[in-house]
C-alpha cells in the first residue's frame, strides 16, 4: 500500500540553525500539508500546499518558515532559524483529490532544538 | 471558526470493557469527520471516518456514527484490548481543507 515517508525520523539541532524536513508525498496525491505536535499537545495544521503555491497558512507559519516541492516527488519544510519553542513533531500528509477527503500521515520528525 | 472538543483523558479501562470517547464538533457547512489513532512513538493513523450525516465509519472494532442533530461522533468499541492503547484523535475537515484536531485522548487498557 502506498504511504508518506519523511526523513529524518529525529533531527536535533541548535536554536538559530536551518533545518529541512523531508517528505515523500503519495504519487499521485496533489495536496500536500505540514502539521506540527509540540509534545503532549494536539496536532496543529501548519500550512496547505496546491498547484505549486501555498493554499492556506497558519498564524504558526510565519516568515521563518517555508515550503517547497523541489521536484515531482520531495515536499520539504525549511526553518530558517530554529528556535527552542519549535521543538516538536512535524507531520507531512497529502491527499488525493478534493472528493476523497482522507489525508493520509507521514511518520513524523521529531524535531529537537537545543 | 471550526473546532474540535474532545473528552479528557486519560481514559483508563481493562480489557474486554466497553469504550466510549465523546467528540462533539462546531462547523460551518458540512464537514467529513475522522479519528485518528496515534500509538506510542509513532505517527497518526487513520482509524475511520464519516463523510456525511447518519454515516457511520467502522475499523477494527472500532465504530463512530456521524450525527448532525447532536454535532457528535463518538468513538466506541464493544470489547477493548490492551493493544488499543494509544492516543485517539476526532477530528473534521471541509472537502480538500486542513485537518482541525480535538486535544486527544488517552486510552489505556490493562490486562
Known amino acids: 500500500e502506498p504511504e508518506v515517508t519523511q526523513t529524518p525520523s529525529h533531527q536535533v539541532t541548535q536554536m538559530g540553525q536551518e533545518v529541512i524536513l523531508r517528505c515523500v508525498p503519495i504519487s499521485n496525491h496533489l495536496y500536500f500539508y505540514w502539521y506540527r505536535q509540540i509534545l503532549g499537545q494536539k496536532v496543529e495544521f501548519l500550512v496547505s500546499?496546491?498547484?505549486?503555491?501555498?493554499?492556506?497558512k497558519s498564524e504558526i507559519f510565519d516568515d521563518q518558515f517555508s515550503v517547497e516541492r523541489p521536484d515531482g516527488s520531495n515536499f520539504t519544510l525549511k526553518i530558517r532559524s530554529t528556535k527552542l519553542e519549535d521543538s516538536a513533531m512535524y507531520f507531512c500528509?497529502?491527499?488525493?483529490?478534493?472528493?476523497?477527503?482522507?489525508?493520509?500521515f507521514g511518520p513524523g520528525t521529531r524535531l529537537t532544538v537545543l | 471558526g471550526d473546532s474540535v472538543t474532545q473528552m479528557e483523558g486519560p481514559v483508563t479501562l481493562s480489557e474486554e470493557a466497553f469504550l466510549t470517547i465523546n467528540c462533539t464538533y462546531t462547523a460551518t457547512g458540512y464537514p467529513s469527520l475522522f479519528w485518528y489513532v496515534q500509538y506510542p512513538g509513532e505517527g497518526l493513523q487513520l482509524l475511520l471516518k464519516?463523510?456525511?450525516?447518519?454515516d457511520k465509519g467502522s475499523n477494527k472494532g472500532f465504530e463512530a456514527t456521524y450525527r448532525k442533530e447532536t454535532t457528535s461522533f463518538h468513538l466506541e468499541k464493544g470489547s477493548v484490548q490492551v493493544s488499543d492503547s494509544a492516543v485517539y484523535f476526532c477530528a473534521l475537515t471541509p472537502p480538500g481543507d486542513k485537518l482541525i484536531f480535538g486535544t486527544g485522548t488517552r486510552l489505556q487498557v490493562f490486562p
Open positions: 464519516a463523510t456525511k450525516a447518519d
Open positions: 500546499f496546491y498547484n505549486n503555491e501555498i493554499s492556506e
Open positions: 500528509a497529502s491527499l488525493a483529490q478534493t472528493i476523497t477527503d482522507t489525508q493520509y
